[in-house]
C-alpha cells in the first residue's frame, strides 16, 4: 500500500475578475491540480472528478452543474474516456475560450530581460508567457525572436543564426546578467557578454 502524503489543499478557483484573464489562470490552476492528484496518489476517475469540482471551490461547482449536457464534449480519437476527463473537458470548454489570445501575445511582446535577470531566468519568463499564446510548433522560434528582441546583451543580438540555424541562447551567453556579468571567473567570456571585443 502506497504512503498517503499530506499536501495542503489547493486555493479555491477564482471565476470572477477580468475575463481576459480567467483561461491563463484556469490554464495555471488545472496545472496545480495535476500536480496535487499526482502527489496525492489518485488514480480513480470517480475520485479525481470530486476532488476536481471540490477543490475548484462552489463557484466552479455551480457552473458545472448548470452546463447542460449538450455541452458535451467529445474525446479525442483514441483516448480513453472517463468521468474525470469528461469533467476536465467541459470546464476546459467553458473557460479556455476566454483566453485573450491577442493580448496574451501583447504581454508577451513587451516583456523585457530584467536588471540582474539572467538569460534563462528571462527565457523562463518567455516560455511561461508563450504558453498563452497560441504559438503551436513556433514557440521556440518565437522565444528566439523575442530574446535576440528585448534582451540587454548587444553580443547576442549580433550572434543572430543564419537562416534554418537555431540560436544558442544556452551557449555561453546564458549566464549573462542584463548589467552584462556573469556567473563565471572567466574575463573573456564576461567581456563577451559585456558586447566587448576579443
Not at 489547493?10 to 484556469?26: A, E, I, N, Q
Not at 525572436?145 to 555561453?172: F, M, Q, Y
Amino acid at each position: 500500500m502506497a504512503n498517503q502524503i499530506e499536501l495542503s489543499p489547493l486555493p479555491k478557483f477564482d471565476c470572477t475578475g477580468d475575463m481576459s484573464k480567467v483561461g491563463p489562470r484556469w490554464k495555471r490552476w488545472m496545472t496545480a491540480f495535476q500536480y496535487f492528484i499526482e502527489g496525492k496518489g489518485v488514480a480513480n476517475a470517480p475520485q479525481k472528478r470530486a476532488l476536481l469540482l471540490h477543490s475548484a471551490g462552489t463557484e466552479v461547482q455551480d457552473l458545472f452543474e448548470a452546463m447542460p449536457e449538450v455541452d458535451f464534449v467529445a474525446a479525442e480519437v483514441g483516448e480513453q474516456d472517463d468521468v474525470y476527463k469528461q469533467a476536465v473537458r467541459k470546464l476546459n470548454k467553458f473557460f479556455l475560450p476566454q483566453v485573450n489570445v491577442a493580448y496574451e501575445r501583447h504581454l508577451f511582446r513587451q516583456l523585457k530581460q530584467e536588471n540582474k535577470e539572467t538569460m534563462d531566468q528571462f527565457v523562463s519568463r518567455l516560455k511561461q508567457q508563450a504558453a498563452y499564446c497560441e504559438f503551436g510548433n513556433t514557440s521556440d522560434e518565437h522565444i528566439q525572436d523575442h530574446v535576440i528582441d528585448a534582451c540587454k546583451s548587444s553580443h547576442l543580438r549580433r550572434k543572430t543564426p543564419a537562416k534554418g540555424e537555431r540560436a544558442d541562447i544556452g551557449g555561453r551567453s546564458r549566464n549573462c546578467t542584463s548589467d552584462g556579468g556573469r556567473r563565471h571567473p572567466h574575463e573573456k567570456d564576461r567581456r563577451l557578454c559585456r558586447g566587448e571585443s576579443d
